[in-house]
């Protein structure tokens, strides 16, 4: 029964916590779930009561509707609502006030005792919690809770608890329906996709990036992502697990979305013969930033973002993050930095992305010199910089850059 419904509520996080500006967050969520749910049989996206109310043409669609709507970020948690109309409820407590009687509310009551019974679990406790959007309505808030309160406790033999129950029933009143649900699907949080600017993603084809990417992402960051890649072609190259990355990041995208394919050759061709050995790592990583840097001062992009996590490699020592960062004009964004690889890997099954990080791909960084320098300085990398002509290299790879759109898959 739960699922078969017309409207699902959604219960929005961190944008409630937002002061003036709630409305700018609440209205760019609002539009993003219109835009995730294009194709799907839907009415409208009302706020009421501090909860999205979404309204489907076909309650059939409940369940699909449902999934799209978890990879909305900003989203905290979904519920399938179950529609009592008034004219089902309004009669009966008509007849109850005039009579002088407990009011019984029987269609709501019902409701309430199956959604309870379906969703309790292993609950030792509940409550009832009671919002009117129709202040009309003949009860209060309170009463309600009291009224259909009263039906749970007989039917299901729970106490109730006011205060962290461990099951909770919401009944919402509206001109029309008098809503209730108790089960919560859980989302992701975070922000709406789109309030926090631009950043381009430094995507590798291992596990962190793509996870680095997702973080972002539910921070309202829009990415753009640029991948290096090492071979005289695309076609040698074989990004194909590239796209698919990208391709699963888009599915918590309500737009598809920008990859930048960069050669390494610009930078291979100057650093042979000039850059030793143990420096290389280093020298390609800040020739990836820089690159980078420029590929997303030209798309609008107000940051970097990498899936570095202190320590994890050579290249992620405090002195070479340190030295790779250093004179880089944009702020450079690491969400992993704090987080071990079980943290970051969980993560990545939890994204869907794990299964494609862990087909074969011949990254450049994984074909480099297998004993880089551990601390390097920031002004060892200037001088190799001006023997290589590295800003050379990257304005090649800029001008060598081939741009494609990727849609969720
Ligand atoms: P992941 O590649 O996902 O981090 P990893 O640990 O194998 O897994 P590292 O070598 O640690 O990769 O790279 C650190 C970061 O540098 C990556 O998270 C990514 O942001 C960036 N990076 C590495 N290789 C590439 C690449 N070929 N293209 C774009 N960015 C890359
Ligand atoms: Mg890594």
């Not at 002004?379 to 790879?397: G, P, Q, R, W």
Request: hydrophobic share 45%.
């Amino acid at each position: 029964m739960a699922l078969a419904t017309p409207i699902i509520a959604c219960a929005y996080g961190e944008i409630a916590l937002k002061g003036r500006n709630r409305g700018v967050f609440l209205r760019k969520l609002i539009n993003n779930i219109h835009t995730a749910l294009k194709g799907e049989p839907m009415i409208s996206v009302n706020h009421v009561e501090s909860r999205l109310l979404v309204h489907l043409e076909d309650a059939s669609r409940a369940p699909e509707v449902t999934a799209k709507l978890k990879n909305v970020f900003g989203l905290q948690w979904i519920s399938p609502v179950v529609a009592v109309p008034r004219d089902e409820v309004d009669p009966e407590l008509r007849e109850d006030l005039e009579a002088g009687i407990e009011p019984r509310l029987t269609r709501v009551s019902e409701v309430a005792c199956t959604l309870a019974e379906e969703t309790r679990r292993g609950a030792q406790n509940f409550k009832i919690e009671t919002r009117r959007s129709d202040r009309k309505f003949g009860l209060t808030s309170p009463q309600v809770s009291r009224a259909v309160g009263h039906a749970v406790q007989t039917e299901t033999g729970l106490p109730a608890k006011m205060v962290g129950p461990d099951l909770l029933v919401n009944v919402v009143v509206l001109k029309e329906n008098v809503l209730v649900f108790s089960e919560k699907i859980p989302a992701y949080g975070g922000l709406p996709f789109a309030s926090s600017g631009r950043t381009m993603v430094l995507l590798s084809g291992g596990i962190d990036s793509p996870v680095a990417a997702w973080l972002m992402m539910r921070r309202g960051s829009r990415p753009e992502f640029v991948h290096f890649y090492s071979g005289r072609n695309l076609e040698e190259a074989d990004v194909e697990k590239i796209k698919e990355l990208a391709g699963i990041l888009a599915r918590y995208s309500p737009v598809p979305l920008v990859l930048h394919l960069v050669p390494v050759v610009p930078y291979e061709m100057r650093a042979i013969g000039v850059v030793e050995d143990r420096y290389d790592m280093v020298m390609f990583r800040r020739f990836m930033v820089k690159t980078a840097v420029r590929l997303a001062r030209r798309n609008s992009c107000l940051g970097l973002v990498t899936g570095d996590s202190l320590g994890q490699v050579a290249s992620q020592t405090m002195y070479n993050l340190g030295a790779i960062s250093s004179d880089v004009e944009l702020p450079i964004l690491r969400p992993l930095i704090g987080m071990d690889k079980m943290e970051i890997t969980a993560w990545s099954k939890v994204i869907g992305a794990y299964e494609t990080s862990i087909l074969p791909y011949r990254d450049c960084c994984s074909i480099r010199s297998p004993r880089p320098i551990l601390n390097a300085r920031a002004e060892d990398l200037l001088i190799y910089s001006e023997k290589m002509l590295l800003h050379e290299a990257v304005v090649e790879a800029v001008e060598n850059t081939v741009r494609i759109k990727v849609s969720a898959c």
